[in-house]
Structures are given as structure tokens and as C-alpha cells.
């Protein structure tokens, strides 16, 4: 169902998936599942975006309409808000793409699809770093250009949205999820359902994927460095949690925010505006850039 609502600016799809399994599935297969496709239909707003010109999707909405006894089927409804402010390219967009209901399903679909083969491709590459990629992989990756073709989505769209998610590890973990209810039934697949077209993950190519995700770098890690230069720009006497911050020349020009390690007094420190020191540099994780990023660092010994 598409339903849309000018005024509003919004427009619903649906996405249907059915895996074939014949044992029942852990619940806490099925949540993480859900999560998983939640996180990846989220991201189709990007690739719709690329593909359709003057189209400028603001917010996602995923919701589940129904799950299906049997074969595990799942029918999620999709809102997207679109933010174009011109009338008259709006109502282009409704008549030519937005009002297509057949080809907004599948247009999400071939979205979804190129997202779980940048996870797929990912996962396999880095847990089988020395293999060529699994037949049963570049299948899929044919399937998913096909849908795409039948859509007038030219194929190098396709191609340049799995590059940019590859190596993205919040893809690769929803892949992974997305696809674990498969894991309780051997020879099991998934197909997208609704859709003109065929366009089903096969057995071979979910069997491809790592058993666990320890591949994965972490969300969070710490390194640490027992002598290095560090300029001290604000601190503060009365607090060793805020108001310091200054730059670590050695490992980047950005200015970083400091916390004291307990064992250093603050007093001590304040006012000097260099000293060599042992640090632990904080990063996290940023999905959106695929990288990670300094959130803070902690001084944990004065040297001098």
C-alpha cells in the first residue's frame, strides 16, 4: 500500500519479508531481526534519494504490520517524510515516483538488498580475509541489479550505494541480525515478497556470513601513550572532570577535551601550558563516516 498525503508530505510503502524456515524462531532472534530491518529500511532514504532527483526524504518511520505463522514472514510499513518545499516538483514526484506504488516497493527493496549485500560482502571479506568473494554473494548482487534495472535504477546507483556501506560495521552487525532467522533452520532463504521480481538471499549466500561478530571492531576503544606532548588551552583548579581541553600536536590538530586521571591534582596542573604526559585517548565509533573519532582524553600521569 502507498498511501500519500500531500499536505503533510508524507507517503507510506511496504516491505515484505519471508524467510523459510520450518523451526520456531528465539524471541531473541526475532527482536534482534526486527531491530536489524528497522536500521536498514531507515537507510533507503539515502539510496531513494540518489536515484530520484529534487526528492529530499527528512524522517523514516518503520513500523511492523503483521508477523505470519509458518514460513516467518514479516510485513513492515514504511512512512517517509519528504521535505521539498516546491509544489510543483512535489506533485512531479508523487505522479512520476512517490504515487507508483509497485515501484516504491521494489525501489525500497533494491535498497534494503544492496544494504544487506555491503554487509554480506563486508562480513565475508573481513572473517575470510584471503577468499574470493562466494558465488552465491555475486548472485545476489546480480539479483539486486536486476530489480533495480526492471525500476529504470540504473545499475552503477546500485553499485555506488553498497561501495559507500561497505566496511560500514553497523551494517554488517544489522546484516548479520537481519538474517539470523535463518540461522535456526539449515538450507533456510529470504525473499522479498510483493515485488515484480525474484529477488531472494539464497541459503548459500546466509551461510556465508561468520557465526559470531567478534571481527567487528568495537563501539568504543581506548589507546593509550606513556610519553607524548600534550598543550593545555583551558583548566580549571577546583575540578579535574571539566573545563580542560588543548591539543595532542602528535596525534591530531583538533582541539580535544581533557579529564584528569584521580591520582592528578588539578591545583598542580593549572596553569602550565605544556607538559609531557601519559594520556589514554577515548574514541567512539561514528557509522555516519565509518571511522572513529576522539571523544575525550584522559591525562593520566604528568611526566614533567
Not at 162 to 178: G, L, M
Not at 203 to 208: D, F, G, H, V, Y
Amino acid at each position: 500500500m502507498t498511501d500519500l498525503i500531500e499536505n503533510n508530505r508524507e507517503f507510506f510503502t511496504s516491505y515484505r519479508v519471508r524467510f523459510t524456515v520450518e523451526n520456531p524462531v528465539p524471541v531473541n532472534i526475532v527482536i534482534d531481526s526486527l531491530r536489524a530491518h528497522e536500521r536498514l529500511i531507515k537507510r533507503s532514504g539515502k539510496f531513494l534519494e540518489s536515484v530520484y532527483d529534487g526528492l529530499h526524504i527528512t524522517a523514516t518511520t518503520v513500523y511492523v504490520e503483521e508477523i505470519v505463522d509458518g514460513s516467518w514472514v514479516v510485513d513492515f510499513l514504511v512512512k517517509y517524510v519528504v521535505g521539498e518545499e516546491n509544489e510543483e516538483q512535489f506533485r512531479q514526484l508523487v505522479e512520476n515516483v512517490l504515487g507508483d506504488n509497485e515501484k516504491m516497493r521494489t525501489a525500497v527493496a533494491v535498497a534494503v538488498g544492496a544494504l544487506l549485500s555491503a554487509g554480506i560482502i563486508s562480513a565475508y571479506n573481513a572473517s575470510t580475509p584471503d577468499a574470493v568473494a562466494a558465488p552465491a554473494i555475486e548472485a545476489h548482487n546480480s539479483v539486486v541489479i536486476q530489480a533495480a534495472g526492471d525500476i529504470n535504477i540504473p545499475a552503477e546507483k546500485v553499485q555506488e550505494f553498497i561501495e559507500k556501506n561497505k566496511d560500514n560495521k553497523q551494517v554488517v552487525k544489522d546484516t548479520i541480525d537481519a538474517l539470523k532467522p535463518a540461522s535456526v533452520t539449515p538450507g533456510s532463504m529470504m525473499e522479498v515478497q510483493g515485488i515484480p521480481v525474484s529477488l531472494t538471499m539464497s541459503s548459500e549466500a546466509i551461510e556465508s556470513l561468520p557465526a559470531d561478530m567478534s571481527f567487528i571492531p568495537p563501539n568504543e576503544q581506548d589507546k593509550t601513550y606513556d610519553s607524548i606532548d600534550i598543550y593545555i588551552s583551558a583548566s580549571d583548579e577546583d575540578s579535574g572532570k571539566k573545563g580542560w581541553g588543548g591539543l595532542v600536536p602528535d596525534l591530531f590538530n583538533n582541539r580535544v577535551r581533557f579529564v584528569l586521571d584521580e591520582n592528578v591534582d588539578p591545583k598542580n596542573l593549572h596553569g602550565k601550558r605544556k607538559v609531557n604526559a601519559s594520556i589514554t585517548v577515548h574514541e567512539v565509533y561514528n557509522a555516519n563516516v565509518n571511522k572513529y573519532e576522539t571523544k575525550f582524553v584522559t591525562i593520566n600521569e604528568v611526566r614533567n
